[in-house]
Nanobody
Framework: QVPLLESGGDFVQPGGSLKLSCVGS????????MAWFRQAPGKEREFVAA????????KYADSVKGRFTVSRDRWKNTMYLQMNHLQPEDTAVYYCAAASRRSGLAPTEIGEFGYWGQGTQVTVSS
């Protein structure tokens, strides 16, 4: 079973909203810093948002600040990404990730994450 499973990706019109979910399997997401990354066609995978274990620290890429919000429900072992005011440039495969180290920080570099989901497609187009 995949340790992290994303869902919620869809085709939406510009200005629309989506809420992505990432469910942890076989481990507790509350024990690790969690983050969202995305990869558009022909581009490198890039950081989107991150949240520390206790929610005391959150980080967002400049391109999504004010539009995306990351949260986590520890009892459901699920991380969410609420995406509002979606734009065509947001089109990408979105991946959730768990850090390889247990800490109270919110890492943002790909190399700092050791657990990845398979991705969910988000397409924003009119």
């Amino acid at each position: 079973q995949v340790p992290l499973l994303e869902s919620g990706g869809d085709f939406v019109q510009p200005g629309g909203s989506l809420k992505l979910s990432c469910v942890g399997s076989g481990f507790s997401t509350r024990d690790y810093p969690m983050a969202w990354f995305r990869q558009a066609p022909g581009k490198e995978r890039e950081f989107v948002a991150a949240r520390s274990r206790d929610g005391g620290s959150t980080k967002y890429a400049d391109s999504v600040k004010g539009r995306f919000t990351v949260s986590r429900d520890r009892w459901k072992n699920t991380m969410y990404l609420q995406m509002n005011h979606l734009q065509p440039e947001d089109t990408a495969v979105y991946y959730c990730a768990a850090a390889s180290r247990r800490s109270g920080l919110a890492p943002t570099e790909i190399g700092e994450f050791g657990y990845w989901g398979q991705g969910t497609q988000v397409t924003v187009s009119s």
